[in-house]
């Protein structure tokens, strides 16, 4: 959820059917212990022992009038930490329940601009956001490639 003090999220129907069940839990993508936090939570008071699906749906976008000439690199940092550390944080924290799922799957929202083969088709600047994309298709790329039996992929929402 975009803002944690809120409780938007929970006052939507729940998104689940009679098999899956849905759990919604604050989590800070830029912090480790946060990410531990929801997993702890997730085992001690949920019974967790596995996950089948992770979607890594964090992002961050401030970036659209800035060319590669012109960005301040605390712009570049900032959506790195989001949007590709963000992804390694994920997994790495829920690796092992993924790992006890027979049919694990990974999933991270990328987005057009994170795509170097569109990248003359780009409509407006975005380095630092489309830079910081690209490495996170890349790491989710690897992420598949390293790990048999799991599905790890990108997907552009819109």
């Not at 996950?51 to 301040?72: K, L």
Request: with cysteine; aromatic share 8%; hydrophobic share 35%.
């Amino acid at each position: 959820m975009r803002n944690p003090t809120t409780n938007s999220l929970y006052t939507k129907p729940p998104l689940t059917s009679p098999t899956s069940t849905l759990i919604l839990l604050p989590l800070d993508i830029q912090s480790t212990t946060s990410i531990s936090n929801a997993i702890e939570t997730l085992k001690a008071t949920h019974n967790i022992t596995h996950i089948d699906t992770v979607i890594s749906n964090a992002g961050y976008y401030n970036d659209a009038t800035h060319r590669v000439d012109n960005i301040p690199l605390s712009t570049v940092q900032l959506h790195f930490d989001v949007n590709t550390l963000g992804v390694i944080r994920l997994f790495q924290g829920v690796y092992d329940l993924l790992k006890k799922s027979t049919k694990p799957v990974f999933v991270t929202v990328s987005s057009f601009l994170g795509s170097i083969g569109g990248l003359e088709e780009e409509f407006f600047p975005g380095a630092a956001y489309g830079v910081s994309k690209a490495a996170g298709n890349w790491v989710t790329r690897k992420m598949h490639v390293e790990n048999e039996g799991m599905v790890c992929f990108m997907i552009h929402p819109g």
